[in-house]
């Protein structure tokens, strides 16, 4: 299992040298590596070191949370098909955004704006999916489904009432682009801290995984359990989104893809999803720049065609 | 060797007067089998007894410990519970829902070992399940899958034995088998207590009865004491024909 983790760990760093490499202007392997070792042209070093890289490694953490908060997600409702994105936690963050920049605010601002709303939108979902005491997994989903369908209206009325000039930013936001990240370093380390943080409660999450009672019968503290995982994948979705905009079905297809292949031992599948969904989304970045160049590409559309025909697949499988 | 006490226990059942308090002194060696009708309660106190449901009132103590006051993984070392219904959201392997057995003895960073392994597949040998340790659960019948989850009792290992209906989807041999394992349990020094439907199982391999009634009046007893024809044709509204066989009596339900 460790074979897979050290795969998936070359695979990721494979997919930052292409993207680093691919571009408006190609970057051949020897002066890639030039420019690694600390040499170089001055042209490459900032073509690579102050463009490329930050983009790079923006994408790989954004992925690499949002794939994390979705398998965190899928484990505290027993159903595979939880997603930041599903269960409405981006589209909180998006009206957050959009409102910010409808009031013409600094990107600063914006991002935490965003923040706000995606915490607003856990704090909405939970809550009134707990209100009455009941806080079973499949009112937890369509409290989430229902909260998204209105964030979306919200969205819509916010566009329509937009003026035209304003339109295109809020639009690439909407879909999802890397190329609005101001700076790589909160996604990165959050990723990194967040998966350091969750391992020791791996073993935990397989418990709860075979449902509350059972996990409460082994030894786990359910409640205590259930409201961490709740606050760190909103966290780890509010820093998605905050660097990236709303990029879906990235928490959703990544854990779902690699429990298919590495079983569902979250003690392998929260460091893989957090590889493998870096690398889905620099590989899914370096499309969106390279596809039409010199026009770029919002990496959300990308991965949302990758993901809609994978979600009605899973959706068609599962009973 | 742990015991397990109730303290003027009365178990939630929602909409049910409070009924007959429990006052019982479940200890080690003995086999205890709950018998009641549908609704009777069984498994509220089942799971109250495992802490996993408050009591209306009263306590439940473990070594002279109220439950309450545990932390959940010193219970989950001490008493374990095998449940009516599982569910299984995600795919997992017969083998490795028997190593959840091991969780509430592993630290946190800890990972299972080859001590682990062993008394998981030891497990999964006694109840007869070894060889399909690597089959996902959900293509197993309910049987193998009742088997699965005593296997994982055993790896879990603890003094006390919770079974709810231990050996409902069991066919006969199976059933004997299983009855069998409880009660060399027992022998061994652990404490079993169980829900059960069949009054045969209960007179066979119970050495103590839990008479639960719908109304909340409960009593309880040694087996021999407890298992009397107008008692039980009380409990379940039914009549019943006692015969004997191989040394023990027999109730069989009348036809009409």
Redesign the interface.
């Given at each position: 299992m460790t074979r897979a983790l050290l795969s998936l760990g070359l695979l990721a760093l494979a997919s930052v040298a292409l993207a680093l490499a691919l571009g408006s202007v190609t970057v051949s392997p020897a002066d890639l590596w030039q420019v690694i070792q600390g040499e170089g042209s001055t042209l490459h070093r900032t073509l690579l070191l102050d463009l490329r890289l930050p983009r790079t490694l923006a994408a790989f953490g954004t992925g690499g949370l949002l794939a994390v908060a979705g398998a965190l997600m899928q484990v505290l409702l027993r159903n595979p098909l939880a997603d930041p994105y599903v269960l409405g936690l981006s589209g909180g963050a998006a009206v957050g955004a959009l409102l910010a920049m409808l009031m013409g605010m600094g990107t600063l601002i914006i991002s935490g704006s965003a923040f706000a709303g995606a915490m607003l939108a856990t704090v909405l979902v939970f809550g009134l999916a707990h209100g009455t005491g009941s806080w079973t997994p499949s009112r937890l989903l369509l409290t989430g489904v229902v909260v998204a369908a209105g964030w979306g209206a919200v969205i819509t009325l916010m566009l329509a009432i937009t003026p035209s000039y304003k339109l295109p930013g809020m639009l690439y936001w909407l879909m999802g682009d890397v190329s609005y990240a101001r700076s790589p370093w909160p996604a990165v380390v959050v990723l990194a801290v967040a998966v350091v943080l969750i391992m020791p409660l791996a073993r935990n999450l397989n418990v709860l995984a075979r449902g509350p009672m059972q996990a409460a019968a082994l030894g786990v503290s359910v409640r205590p359990l259930e409201w961490t995982i709740y606050v760190l994948a909103s966290l780890l979705t509010a820093t998605a989104v905050t660097t990236a905009g709303s990029i879906g079905f990235v928490g959703l297809i990544v854990p779902h893809m690699l429990r298919l292949i590495l079983g569902n031992d979250q003690r392998i599948i929260l460091p893989a999803s957090a590889l493998a969904g870096g690398t889905l989304l620099v590989l899914a970045d370096t499309l969106a720049r390279t596809m039409i160049a010199p026009e770029q590409l919002p990496v959300g559309v990308i991965t949302a065609l990758l993901g809609v025909p994978t979600f009605l697949y899973l959706l068609h499988r599962s009973r | 060797m742990s015991t397990l006490n109730t303290r003027d226990l009365v178990i939630n059942v929602p909409g049910r007067p409070d009924g007959f308090a429990l006052n019982m002194s479940i200890e080690p060696g003995q086999v205890w089998g709950v018998l009641g009708p549908n609704g009777a309660g069984k498994t509220t106190l089942l799971?109250t007894l495992?802490?996993?449901l408050p009591a209306r009132s009263g306590q439940v103590q473990l070594n002279s410990a109220p439950l309450t006051a545990l932390?959940?993984?010193?219970?989950?070392?001490q008493l374990?519970?095998v449940?009516q219904e599982?569910?299984?959201?995600?795919?997992?392997?017969v083998l490795?829902?028997a190593l959840?057995?091991r969780?509430?003895w592993?630290s946190?960073?800890d990972?299972e070992q080859g001590e682990d392994q062993r008394r998981a597949e030891q497990a999964l040998t006694t109840l007869d399940v070894n060889h399909l340790s690597d089959r996902l659960l959900n293509t197993l019948s309910g049987g193998e899958r009742q088997r699965v989850a005593i296997a994982t009792l055993m790896t879990?290992n603890p003094d006390i034995l919770l079974l709810d209906e231990p050996t409902n989807h069991l066919d006969l041999h199976h059933q004997v088998k299983v009855m069998n394992l409880l009660r060399d349990q027992a022998g061994a020094g652990k404490t079993v207590f169980m829900c059960l439907h069949d009054l045969n199982l209960a007179a066979r391999w119970c050495t103590h009865v839990l008479l639960l009634y719908t109304n909340g009046d409960a009593c309880w007893g040694p087996a021999k004491n407890m298992l009397e024809p107008a008692a039980l044709e009380r409990l379940y509204n039914q009549k019943l024909i006692t015969v004997e066989a191989d040394g023990a009596p027999v109730f069989v339900p009348v036809s009409f």
């Open positions: - | 799971h495992a802490g996993l932390k959940r993984r010193v219970i989950a070392q374990g519970l449940f599982r569910q299984d959201s995600f795919p997992a392997t490795e829902t959840i057995g969780h509430p592993l946190p960073w990972s879990q």
